[in-house]
């Protein structure tokens, strides 16, 4: 059965059933991924995954259920579950049905060229981005995983107020660890690259970044444990303020479980930091036209040379802040319950590139790699003490590369102490970016 005649089916039934409102969102998920080791396939996969979420209210509650199948006998099964579902329902802030908004944005984040690409095709590239690396230095000795990954999603939401959108999404990813070994000296490094254009993607050029990186962090030394200006490149950045992200969720705010509750208005940033979410990002990973409820997306400014102007919402949120929904219900999947999702958030970048950024530096260490933050990392108290990669710098320029070093800091006073924004956002696998930012200071010890 397709999808319309199995809403038409649904509607009708759950209108019988004693549900009022009701919805339908249907998701399907279309994967190829190829990991090379040595010049031979080591893993693949090409998988397909979809179903069907319905929501309902029933009784003044909210029902939730999902099914896989599309057919006769999973219209009881979805209503039966929806309703039981619903009697355990204690919240207070009832769930709504959206009606739809006055416009809606038609942005296309999919590519028909990209789609078209042969599966050979993708191997071979991927063999050939290892092929390059290896054979750039002898002390490559080998790579911890080289893998190429497409992700295509559609996604379709409606309901019986007459909404009815859909949206198609597709990307290509490319990702390279190299591992260099120098004597007992043993080095690693990760480059990737996102987008939707396989023409534009050059096998040498990621070899290249990824021997680069993990070459340069030979020989590497001690420093002195103490605070330093420390300037995070835009990955180290991005990991960091993707682990913090949700504090930005009113979820996480009217829960008490960010510190930014009670902070709209207020400076919270250096003048310098300007944070926004945009669901049109041509390449974004969350790009979307509407969220999970089916309200229109559009670019929200969230902090704004460093004062916090808005958080992200769904109609729950916004309902009990007594403001209005910022477009930012998310579904994990067609699996999942509504809840507070960023599209594209990210810190606006500023004109200056990272060799600028470097040449200001007096004494300081320039990271370029986090590890650990998930544990490392207290989400409410915004205290972090993390596992860190990266160079020691002194006169404005890289001097040597540092023994595992770990930084710790808090991530609220990292905002206010943003020095210098640099001009390369980059977006690592993660909807969720930074460009380089020159902090004032932060604790690196080194064992």
Do not use: W
């Amino acid at each position: 059965m397709n999808i319309q005649d199995f809403q038409v089916k649904l509607f009708k039934d759950a209108a019988s059933t004693g549900f009022t409102d009701v919805e339908v969102y249907y998701e399907r998920k279309e994967v190829f991924g190829c990991q090379i080791f040595k010049g031979e396939i080591d893993q693949y996969e090409i998988a397909e995954d979809g179903g069907v979420s319905f929501r309902g209210i029933i009784d003044g509650k909210m029902g939730y259920a999902y099914t896989e199948k599309l057919d006769d006998a999973s219209i009881p099964f979805l209503l039966k579950n929806a309703k039981e579902n619903a009697e355990f329902m204690n919240d207070e802030d009832v769930e709504e049905i959206f009606a739809g908004s006055s416009f809606y944005e038609n942005r296309n984040f999919y590519s028909t060229a990209l789609n078209e690409v042969t599966i050979p095709e993708k191997i071979q590239f991927i063999k050939d981005v290892e092929r390059e690396l290896l054979a750039m230095d002898p002390r490559i000795v080998a790579t911890d995983y080289c893998l190429i990954r497409t992700t295509s999603v559609t996604k379709s939401l409606s309901n019986n107020k007459g909404l009815s959108l859909s949206d198609q999404v597709n990307y290509l990813y490319a990702m390279v660890e190299a591992i260099v070994k120098d004597g007992e000296e043993t080095k690693t490094s990760f480059e990737f690259k996102v987008t939707k254009d396989f023409q534009s993607l050059d096998a040498k050029e990621i070899a290249t970044r990824a021997a680069e990186e993990a070459l340069s962090q030979l020989g590497s030394r001690n420093i002195t444990s103490k605070d330093y200006p420390v300037l995070l490149r835009n990955d180290a950045a991005a990991s960091l303020l993707a682990t913090f992200a949700e504090n930005f969720s009113a979820e996480n705010t009217q829960a008490g479980l960010s510190s930014l509750k009670d902070k709209l208005g207020k400076q919270i940033a250096s003048s310098m930091v300007t944070i926004v979410d945009d669901p049109f990002l041509e390449d974004g990973l969350g790009s979307r036209n509407f969220d999970s409820e089916g309200v229109a997306t559009e670019k929200l400014t969230l902090v704004e040379s460093g004062v916090l102007h808005s958080f992200l919402h769904n109609l729950k949120t916004a309902k009990k802040d007594q403001t209005v929904t910022t477009g930012h219900a998310q579904k994990d999947s067609y699996k999942g319950a509504v809840k507070v999702g960023p599209s594209n958030l990210y810190i606006v970048p500023s004109a200056s590139s990272l060799e600028e950024l470097v040449s200001t530096m007096g004494e300081g260490v320039l990271i370029t790699g986090l590890s650990g933050l998930h544990s490392g990392a207290n989400q409410i108290s915004g205290d972090f003490s993390v596992a860190a990669n990266g160079f020691y710098v002194k006169d404005g320029k890289i001097q040597f590369p540092v023994n595992l070093m770990t930084i710790a800091g808090n991530f609220y006073q990292l905002l206010t102490d943003v020095e210098k924004v640099g001009s390369d956002l980059t977006f690592p696998l993660s909807p969720v970016g930074s460009p380089s930012l020159l902090i004032k200071s932060l604790s690196v010890t080194v064992e």
